[in-house]
């Protein structure tokens, strides 16, 4: 397999523009997580799915972010409008039920 | 809400010599803790875990123990080899969710 797919592996981007993170997880995975990883605040669960419908969302930081999930094979991540404060390295994960989490190599996003 | 504080955030070690990092939980009522190393630019990968049922585990060169009463546990790598320096993440599960809240890390360096 694979592996947890994520694109762009880097992006940089304008203080108030939209940006969107792409993840495809490993066939199969019934569970999907996004996290953001940084120097100060380590590595933070934005929001994770299951089934493809959102369980918790408790950690999406504030109304500008949005995640969703069409499918069992593709979720976005969304950011509008970015600000620097965003800048960080976001993660997608993936699971099958309730098992070992796999991780992506991540996205590195800059926000100037 | 759960917190996880990990020691030390760097730790150097000569090759063969042993690296043990230290975690400590807020919430009795977790039941499962990974352990996540991370490699420059690559996602977290599991390496390890154990349940709050059990005291210690082993896998090959690492092992991982947990006290419960105390609320610690700790990551053990016998033999280091230089293909050890990362940053290791450990992480306690947050009760009655599939969520897990992670230490701030410990970059290890394995010295050749």
């Known amino acids: 397999d694979a592996g947890v797919i994520q694109s762009p592996r880097h992006e940089v981007t304008e203080m108030g523009q939209e940006v969107t993170l792409r993840c495809k997880p490993i066939?199969?995975?019934?569970?999907l997580f996004w996290y953001r990883q940084t120097m100060m605040r380590g590595l933070e669960l934005l929001i994770y799915?299951?089934?493809?419908?959102?369980?918790?969302d408790s950690g999406m930081p504030e109304d500008r972010f949005s995640a969703k999930m069409p499918n069992a094979s593709f979720s976005t991540l969304k950011i509008q409008p970015s600000e620097p404060r965003d800048s960080a390295v976001y993660f997608c994960?993936?699971?099958?039920?309730?098992?070992?989490?796999?991780f992506g190599p991540g996205t590195r996003l800059t926000v100037t | 809400g759960e917190n996880v504080e990990q020691h030390p955030s760097t730790l150097s070690v000569q090759e063969g010599d042993s690296a043990v990092i230290k975690c400590t939980y807020s919430d009795s009522a977790s039941n499962y803790f990974p352990w996540y190393k991370q490699e420059l630019g690559k996602g977290p990968q599991l390496i390890i875990d154990?349940?709050?049922?059990?005291g210690e585990k082993k896998d090959q060169r690492i092992a991982v123990t947990l006290n419960k009463t105390a609320k610690h546990f700790s990551l053990h790598i016998t033999e280091t080899q230089p293909e050890d320096s990362a940053v290791y993440f450990c992480a306690a599960s947050v009760p009655g969710t599939y969520k897990y809240i992670f230490g701030t890390g410990t970059r290890l360096k394995v010295l050749a």
């Open positions: 799915f299951n089934n493809n419908v959102p369980i918790d």
């Open positions: 066939s199969g995975h019934d569970y």
């Open positions: 154990i349940r709050s049922n059990v």
């Open positions: 994960a993936s699971s099958y039920d309730r098992g070992e989490q796999y």
